[in-house]
């Protein structure tokens, strides 16, 4: 009985994800060739991945000193072997 699930699902998922790569890739191609205003919009598309970039840098840093600051109250060791 458990000899059969494996392939079922691994199966299942190549084709949902396939198909989802297909409709994917041709909404962009779709895109792209509707749109007359290129470069305008390649410049917003930078300027929203930088702030993303920048947002998720900052959190990293916070979790970072959080991380930090509980491990020194609790009194746990944080040499390196």
């Not at 191609?29 to 919009?41: E, I, P, T, V």
Request: with cysteine.
């Amino acid at each position: 009985m458990m000899d059969w699930t494996p392939i079922v699902f691994v199966t299942f998922k190549a084709l949902v994800l396939c198909t989802g790569m297909f409709f994917a890739i041709k909404w962009h191609y779709d895109q792209g060739k509707k749109d007359k205003d290129k470069a305008k919009q390649n410049r917003a598309v930078l300027r929203a991945s930088g702030k993303v970039v920048a947002i998720f840098m900052l959190s990293l840093l916070a979790l970072g000193i959080v991380t930090f600051v509980v491990v020194r109250m609790a009194g746990l060791e944080m040499t390196f072997p």
